[in-house]
């Protein structure tokens, strides 16, 4: 079974800093890409950043690009997303996601349970 743990939200002003973690466990197979994806409250999940584990080719979103930098670990079972110069606008539950295609949501197939980002101004 295919598990996920993210870890690191919580709460800073903005302008502040973040790091969060994501370790995949349970999978017999090399996933494509793992994913950061991000949902606020009243508005739809959206694409954060995502890297392709064959090749290391990252994506992001036009709105944290500069900001956030997203790395796997040496034994690519292991995301981090480093986010900095954090805007009120980055507040959401920041989900890490397994085994889909850049930033397509619906390509991705095990999903993490969430951790919470909350930016103050």
């Known amino acids: 079974q295919v598990q996920l743990v993210e870890s690191g939200g919580g709460s800073v002003q903005a302008g502040g800093s973040l790091r969060l973690s994501c370790t995949a466990s349970?999978?017999?197979?090399?996933?494509?890409?793992m994913g950061w994806f991000r949902q606020a409250p009243g508005k739809e999940r959206e694409g954060v950043a995502a890297?392709?584990?064959?090749?290391?080719?990252?994506y992001y979103a036009d709105s944290v690009k500069g900001r956030f930098t997203i790395s796997l670990n040496n034994a690519k079972n292991a995301t981090s997303l480093q986010m900095n110069s954090l805007k009120p606008e980055d507040t959401a539950m920041y989900y890490c996601?397994?085994?889909?295609?850049?930033?397509?949501?619906?390509?991705?197939?095990?999903w993490g349970q969430g951790t919470q980002v909350t930016v103050s101004s």
């Open positions: 349970g999978y017999t197979y090399t996933p494509y890409s």
């Open positions: 996601a397994i085994n889909g295609y850049g930033l397509k949501i619906d390509s991705y197939a095990y």
């Open positions: 890297i392709h584990i064959g090749n290391d080719v990252t």
